[in-house]
């Protein structure tokens, strides 16, 4: 169960084509985002869509994988864990971000219908 307390699996699509960047230390890594979508029935009996935005990041051979792979709409499967930054902005206030670190990546194959 330790394996349980930081885990997030999701299944979502780009919202656009991986940003690609090197460390100092030639290390690669890429960012992207995947929005989930939630089907439900609000109160008044219409169905409701409700889109998530997540940011997430992947490292080292994944990082390879998501340059060569992955385009804005791509169908995911990924399993990270939460990581929590902090800094702070121009005007002085803390700002904290969320992302999720990739430890496994799957691709889908499908597309985003428009």
């Known amino acids: 169960m330790y394996s349980l307390r930081n885990k997030v699996q999701l299944i979502g699509n780009l919202g656009k084509s991986p940003d690609i960047k090197k460390t100092e230390s030639g290390k690669k890594l890429v960012k992207f985002s995947v929005a989930t979508n939630e089907m439900f029935t609000n109160l008044k009996g ?3 869509k409700e889109t ?15 340059e060569k792979y992955l ?6 499967a990924v399993e990270g864990k939460l990581i ?3 800094y702070t902005d121009k005007e002085g206030n803390k700002k904290y971000i969320t992302e999720i670190q990739v430890n496994e990546l799957l691709l889908l194959g499908g597309k985003a219908s428009a």
Do not use: F, I, P, R
């Open 46 to 48: 219409e169905k409701v």
């Open 84 to 86: 929590t930054k902090d």
């Open 52 to 66: 998530q935005w997540h940011n997430l990041v992947a490292w080292g051979k994944l990082a390879d994988v998501a």
């Open 71 to 76: 385009n804005k709409g791509s169908e995911v």
